[in-house]
Every structure is written in structure tokens, then in C-alpha cells.
């Protein structure tokens, strides 16, 4: 019988756990849209449930989704599609004046003063300086959606770790967490 400590599913579930706790802490940590390029992903989807069709790569320059529209659909349409179900975000959302509440002392991030405002938007307590709640709540949606696909690339990871190393001959060739 094998114990639980050189058990493989248990050893995923711990590593899935470990990877799914640390997403939702930084989710809780990220104020909304001020993930790199989260902004122009959220347009994304919403502009794909808002028209059906893909945004013109012609019109880069002057579209919400920016350089995203290079960006293969498959997410976005899921997204798109359960944004869709739960009625996410609402109109007040499309006819949103982003300009309010757009930080007006934001620049371009400067590495090397760790005291730089990063942020975008203006946020406060809870969202409340946003002014926005449905793009928070689609938000928050669209990024639990990310945590999806992120936690299938890991189990994804760890298939092809167990497919091709099965007897690594030095001993370095796969990480001790995933054997």
C-alpha cells in the first residue's frame, strides 16, 4: 500500500491547492482591471458578447481591445458566453465613463521606484472609488474563469511531467513536488 505522503493524486491536489490558494490571494490583492493588460482582456470578452464577432485588427489603434486583438478568441468567447448566461456586466457597464475615475497621477511603471502608483483607476475601500460595480463583479467572474484554465495547465503540466519522466536517470531532471 502506498502512504500518503508518496501518493501521486495527493501530491497533485496539494500542488492544485497550493497554486488555486495563491491565485485567489492575489485576485483578492488586485484591484480590478490593474492586472497587466486586464483592462484590454475584460473589453475583450465584452466586446465579443456585445457584437458576436471579432474585434478589426484594421482599427487597433482606435478599439477598446487594443493589441488583444491579435489575441487567439477561444477564453474570450467562453468568457463572452458566461458573461452571457449571468446577464455579466450590465448596460451601465457598456455606456461607462471610464474617464472619472482614471488615475490622473498614473504613468507608465517605473521598476525601479518600488513607491510608483501602478494603478490605473482610483479604487478605495471595496471598489468603492471605482464607481463602477458591474465591471467589479464581471471582472471578478472573468478572472475566476482564468483561474480555470490556469488550473488545467497545471494538471496539464503534471500529466506531461509523469508522461516524460518517469525515471529520471540524475535525479535533477523533474521537480521532487510533482514525482
Known sequence: MQSLTTSKPLKLAVLLLIFIAGVLAHQAALPALEGNDEALHYNYAVWLRETHRLPDRTTIDRNTTQQETGQPPLT????????????????????AEMAPVRNRWYTPPD?????????????????????????????????LISLFWAAL???????????????????????DVVQ
Not at 474570450?76 to 455606456?95: M, N, R
Open 153 to 175: 495547465a497545471v494538471v496539464g503540466a503534471y500529466g506531461i511531467d509523469r508522461a516524460l519522466c518517469l525515471q529520471p536517470a540524475d535525479g535533477l531532471s523533474r521537480f
Open 76 to 95: 474570450y468567447a467562453i468568457d463572452a458566453a458566461i458573461f452571457d448566461v449571468l446577464k455579466l456586466p450590465d448596460q451601465s457597464a457598456s455606456d
Open 111 to 143: 521598476w525601479s521606484n518600488r513607491g510608483d502608483n501602478f494603478n490605473q483607476f482610483v479604487h478605495g475601500t471595496d471598489e468603492r472609488g471605482f464607481a463602477h460595480p458591474a465591471i467589479v463583479e464581471a471582472d471578478k467572474v472573468g478572472r
